[in-house]
């Protein structure tokens, strides 16, 4: 029959996942409930009903089923079923192995953590354009970590926290990001918009495989195999629960969705329903392809849309595939310093505050 796992509770979404883990190793995945009627049921190559695990009969049931189905391993994301296996299952069906759950002080311990990582990440000083708006609380700033941190993406904690403290000196005015993939960093700037009352974030991002050409071997061999429509897919499930009419895309190149960003403009989308933005950028997030003359774009085609006292964040300024994003960004400065109040990095990425007044 072949090597089996069992994952009891099998309905619970980290069971589920579980599941199709094993099933893309060829395992055969059992699955088991003390529910009368799990939704799960049907979703599995075999299914048992266990008692409850405080059930008198629930180690016997165990062990039988154990025995039948031919279980070398035992997957449980439920910690109180967890802890009673960790202690009997060498007795109940020995040989077998456990994995999984995570334990309530394991949660605990990860936030704590957590909180203490964000209290010592310490914020970026500088001589901002604008007066600042209320600095968010130590818990705020650890929950919006955290949440963004559910979402896949290359967005450090370095770079969340200075987002904070730049956002809190922005003005009022649309936030664009160009190159937006699974959204991580969109749902910071969307959550933080709305935190301070800047404005409505547009992401632009073409989801196509040929706008991923940058130029090293090494990394376009491996961006060739993502599958860009799934992002795109990704991209609206991570953004959906946070939009609230503040957020919206273009799937479009950046040099094909610049002529449509002006004043007045309304993007509409199944996902998101219709934004509407002002034409004037309060932050500028440059993410898209890092290619020398891709980046060179983006910024010609979209910094003069940023309004005195804005931002603009050259991301990937220290990059391991190439120095586009670097050497626009320092071309920027240069041909910009009169126009610059603020400039620092946080994490690969470069922050650059224009000043209150164009010179």
């Not at 072949?2 to 060829?26: H, I, N, Q, T, W």
């Not at 180690?59 to 109180?80: C, K, N, Y």
């Not at 491996?222 to 503040?246: C, H, Q, Y």
Request: net charge negative.
């Amino acid at each position: 029959m072949g090597e089996a796992v069992l994952v009891f509770p099998a309905g619970m979404p980290e069971g589920l996942a579980f599941r199709d883990r094993a099933k893309a190793r060829g395992l055969r995945v059992v699955g088991a409930s003390s529910l009368e009627h799990d939704p799960a049921e049907g979703t599995y190559e075999a299914w048992e009903r266990l008692p409850y695990v405080n059930d008198p009969g629930f180690d016997d049931a165990l062990a039988e089923l154990v025995r039948r189905h031919g279980v070398s391993a035992i997957h449980t994301p439920h910690f109180v079923v967890w802890r009673h296996l960790s202690e009997h299952l060498a007795q109940i069906a020995p040989g077998a192995e456990l994995s999984g759950a995570d334990k309530p002080e394991d949660s605990e311990r990860a936030y704590r953590e957590l909180r203490d990582r964000v209290a010592a990440t310490r914020a970026p000083a500088f001589w901002p354009a604008l007066p600042p708006k209320q600095p968010l609380s130590l818990v705020e700033r650890a929950g919006l970590v955290r949440l963004a941190s559910t979402i896949p993406g290359m967005c450090g904690e370095a770079k969340m926290v200075a987002l904070m403290e730049a956002m809190r000196h922005a003005p009022n005015g649309d936030i664009v990001e160009i190159g937006s993939w699974w959204g991580k960093s969109a749902a910071l700037l969307v959550l933080l918009g709305r935190r301070y009352e800047i404005g409505n974030v547009l992401c632009v991002d073409p989801w196509c495989a040929d706008a991923m050409v940058q130029g090293d071997a090494l990394l376009d061999s491996t961006s060739v195999d993502l599958d860009t429509e799934e992002a795109l897919r990704m991209f609206e499930i991570n953004l959906a629960p946070l939009a609230g009419g503040r957020l919206n895309y273009l799937r479009l190149r950046s040099e094909d969705a610049a002529p449509r960003y002006v004043p007045g403009l309304t993007v509409k989308s199944d996902a998101f329903g219709k934004t509407d933005y002002c034409g004037q950028v309060a932050m500028l997030h440059i993410d898209g392809n890092h290619a020398r003359d891709e980046a060179e774009k983006d910024c010609a085609l979209w910094t003069p849309h940023v309004a005195p006292g804005g931002w603009i964040i050259f991301d990937d300024y220290e990059w391991a595939f190439g120095e586009g994003p670097r050497e626009v960004a320092d071309a920027f400065v240069a041909g910009n310093a009169a126009r610059i109040a603020a400039k620092f990095q946080a994490g690969p990425a470069l922050f650059i505050q224009l000043k209150r007044c164009h010179a």
